[in-house]
Nanobody
């Protein structure tokens, strides 16, 4: 079955960096567009970054220039390098994959940006 497992969250000071990872299994990873979403307390889930099977990336305006998404098809992982973190980046971050008409989610990893 499809599984997505996020890791790498934690507490970081403003201006700091974190690298999130998502390990995928149960589907043909190299063929699937992958996405990172986040949900802050009391807010709706928002799309942060997308990477297609061909490696094309897109970012939300709020993270453009600070976050970089990448994929390693051999390891079946996607990563989200987050630099210049701000308090407003505090959220639960989720990895997502749309596989055979269903959208799958991991359980998330918590990122807290605070001094």
């Amino acid at each position: 079955q499809v599984q997505l497992v996020e890791s790498g969250g934690g507490l970081v000071q403003p201006g700091g960096s974190l690298r999130l990872s998502c390990a995928a299994s149960g589907f043909t990873f190299s063929s699937v567009t992958m996405r990172w979403y986040r949900q802050a307390p009391g807010k709706e889930r928002e799309l942060v970054a997308t990477i297609t099977s061909g490696g094309t990336t897109n970012y939300a305006d709020s993270v453009k220039g600070r976050f970089t998404m990448s994929r390693d098809n051999a390891k079946k992982t996607v990563s989200l390098q987050m630099n210049s973190l701000k308090p407003e980046d505090t959220a639960m971050y989720y990895c997502s994959a749309y596989v055979e008409i269903m959208n799958y989610w991991g359980k998330g990893t918590l990122v807290t940006v605070s001094s």
